[in-house]
């Protein structure tokens, strides 16, 4: 029996992704090309086509796999961040024992925000969401923590764009966009009020680790439910303080 076809398209890009999956680090084209014996016009389209379907992530002249894949396949190609997300699991339920409610860890992926762990609240009623999830940082209260201590060029970039809006709360002009990230500058944790989805809040603190913000932990759910927001963060701010240190990627 001969042999079967096979698309030359799909199977660069299988073996693309699978090199991005074996590294520790962001690679360059020249590398890629290089590794994979393709011309370098042929990695850029893979890497386009990739990146349209959100699957890699370019940072400055380098690729890496985005977190995406890990609500696709598990924890493919990102195990440092997957540790981390293991190390924060047992502080999540501590939250959700806690409050009742929903706890997220998140980190940036690019110009969104992706969740990497959750556990989700023992009510009927709570946050329906899912490991990979990659949303808005205007709209996030995770996101918006995020935002607010990214590099000038991220906050440029995503401010200088038409912000989406989700409800009647999202916020979608620069200036209060700016404005708000102040805020959480100052008081140390964000709000998402029903500004992603109507009926639905989420407070947010950092997760700091040797003076850099490692992600975000939050706790959401119904609005009648989750009480005030400043109480909420305290305890998100006290568990934070529980984590052993040093957190890595």
């Given at each position: 029996m001969?042999?079967?076809a096979?698309?030359?398209s799909?199977e660069?890009?299988?073996?693309?992704?699978?090199?991005?999956?074996s590294?520790t680090n962001?690679?360059?084209v020249?590398?890629?090309?290089?590794?994979l014996?393709l011309p370098?016009?042929t990695?850029?389209?893979?890497l386009?086509?990739?990146?349209?379907r959100?699957?890699?992530?370019?940072?400055?002249?380098?690729?890496r796999?985005?977190?995406?894949?890990?609500?696709l396949?598990g924890?493919?190609?990102?195990s440092?961040q997957?540790?981390?997300?293991r190390?924060?699991?047992?502080l999540?339920h501590?939250?959700?024992?806690e409050?009742?409610?929903?706890?997220?860890?998140?980190?940036l992926?690019?110009?969104?925000?992706v969740?990497?762990?959750?556990?989700?609240?023992?009510?009927?009623?709570?946050?329906?969401?899912?490991?990979g999830?990659?949303?808005?940082?205007h709209?996030?209260?995770v996101?918006?923590?995020?935002?607010a201590s990214?590099?000038?060029s991220?906050?440029?970039?995503?401010?200088?764009?038409a912000l989406?809006?989700?409800?009647?709360n999202?916020?979608?002009?620069?200036?209060?966009?700016?404005?708000e990230?102040?805020?959480v500058r100052k008081q140390?944790?964000a709000?998402?009020?029903?500004?992603?989805?109507?009926?639905?809040?989420?407070?947010?603190?950092p997760?700091?680790?040797?003076?850099q913000?490692r992600?975000a932990?939050?706790?959401?759910?119904?609005?009648?439910?989750?009480?005030?927001?400043g109480?909420?963060?305290?305890?998100?701010?006290?568990?934070?303080?529980?984590?052993?240190?040093?957190?890595?990627?």
């Amino acid at each position: 029996m001969g042999e079967i076809a096979t698309v030359n398209s799909v199977e660069h890009a299988i073996r693309l992704v699978e090199l991005l999956a074996s590294s520790t680090n962001a690679l360059g084209v020249s590398q890629m090309a290089q590794s994979l014996d393709l011309p370098r016009a042929t990695i850029y389209r893979l890497l386009k086509t990739l990146a349209q379907r959100e699957w890699v992530i370019q940072e400055g002249k380098t690729y890496r796999l985005s977190f995406r894949l890990t609500g696709l396949f598990g924890n493919a190609g990102v195990s440092a961040q997957a540790a981390l997300a293991r190390r924060m699991a047992p502080l999540l339920h501590q939250l959700v024992n806690e409050t009742g409610e929903t706890a997220h860890f998140a980190v940036l992926d690019g110009d969104r925000v992706v969740y990497l762990a959750k556990v989700d609240s023992p009510h009927p009623i709570r946050m329906f969401s899912q490991i990979g999830w990659r949303g808005p940082l205007h709209a996030t209260g995770v996101g918006k923590v995020l935002l607010a201590s990214s590099e000038p060029s991220l906050l440029s970039r995503v401010c200088n764009q038409a912000l989406e809006r989700f409800t009647p709360n999202t916020i979608v002009e620069k200036e209060r966009l700016l404005a708000e990230l102040a805020l959480v500058r100052k008081q140390g944790y964000a709000i998402d009020a029903e500004e992603l989805i109507e009926g639905l809040t989420c407070v947010a603190v950092p997760v700091i680790s040797a003076e850099q913000v490692r992600g975000a932990i939050s706790v959401a759910g119904p609005t009648a439910r989750l009480g005030h927001p400043g109480r909420l963060a305290e305890i998100l701010k006290a568990a934070v303080q529980t984590l052993p240190a040093p957190l890595s990627w």
